[in-house]
């Protein structure tokens, strides 16, 4: 099976713009996670969607969204971009019917986003 | 709330070496997952094992091995006869909620050659 893919795998993007990134699971897998991690802040998690649903959300400002699409792609926006937003951001998928804390989450190669 | 401590942030051993990872969880869930994931250069988070709260068992994996206390609510992680190759950044995680992962601060493990 392909693993969890992610493009653009590189971004460079200035203060104020906005910026969309894609992540594509692993066959099969309905459940996506993201992730940001930072040299300061370590990985922390931005959202969890699930057919099409939203269903945990991390303690990051409104400028964070996303979404998911019927194929489980799921995509994440963020506006007006500052420079604190400059990271490695990460999309997992997972297997998960049912949901909950179990489920091994399996990442992609993550999009590297540096604000300018 | 969920928390995850790895205090050392960079360990070097010379390779052959063994090196043990520490890892200190706090949860208030009767019921949790402990992860273990391993990021080398390339960035991607890479799977190496998942352990449920009832099951205290260690495990070993090739050069690999785990060990989980719950009574010190530690799940530590140690590498036998390090190589090169495992030259990465360790997370070790607390699964909680719907798929949402505490992770630590992370262990950069350099082998030296």
């Known amino acids: 099976k392909a693993g969890v893919t992610q493009t653009p795998r590189y971004l460079i993007k200035t203060r104020g713009q906005q910026v969309t990134l894609s992540c594509s699971p692993i066959s099969g897998h309905r459940s996506v996670s993201w992730y940001q991690q930072t040299p300061g802040q370590g990985l922390q998690f931005l959202f969890e969607y699930f057919s099409e649903t939203q269903r945990n959300k991390g303690n990051f400002p409104g400028r964070f969204s996303g979404r998911q699409f019927s194929n489980s792609r799921s995509e994440m926006n963020v506006s007006t971009l500052e420079l604190g937003d400059s990271a490695l951001y990460l999309c997992?998928?997972?297997?998960?019917?049912?949901?909950?804390?179990?489920?091994?989450?399996?990442f992609g190669p993550g999009t590297r986003l540096t604000v300018l | 709330a969920q928390k995850v401590t790895q205090a050392q942030t960079e360990i070097s051993v010379v390779e052959k070496e063994d090196v043990t990872l520490d890892c200190v969880y706090e949860?208030?869930?009767?019921?949790?997952?402990l992860f273990w994931y391993k990021q080398p250069p390339s960035g991607e988070l890479v799977f190496l094992i998942r352990r449920n709260s009832f099951d205290e068992q260690n495990e070993i994996s090739g050069r690999y091995s785990w060990n989980f206390q719950k009574s010190t609510s530690s799940f530590n992680f140690t590498i036998t006869a390090s190589q090169v190759v495992d030259s990465a950044v360790y997370f070790c995680?607390?699964?909680?909620?719907?798929?949402?992962?505490?992770f630590g601060k992370g262990n950069q493990v350099v082998v030296i050659p």
């Open positions: 995680a607390l699964g909680y909620g719907n798929n949402r992962l505490a």
């Open positions: 997992a998928s997972s297997s998960t019917l049912a949901g909950g804390p179990g489920d091994t989450q399996y």
């Open positions: 949860t208030r869930d009767t019921t949790y997952y």
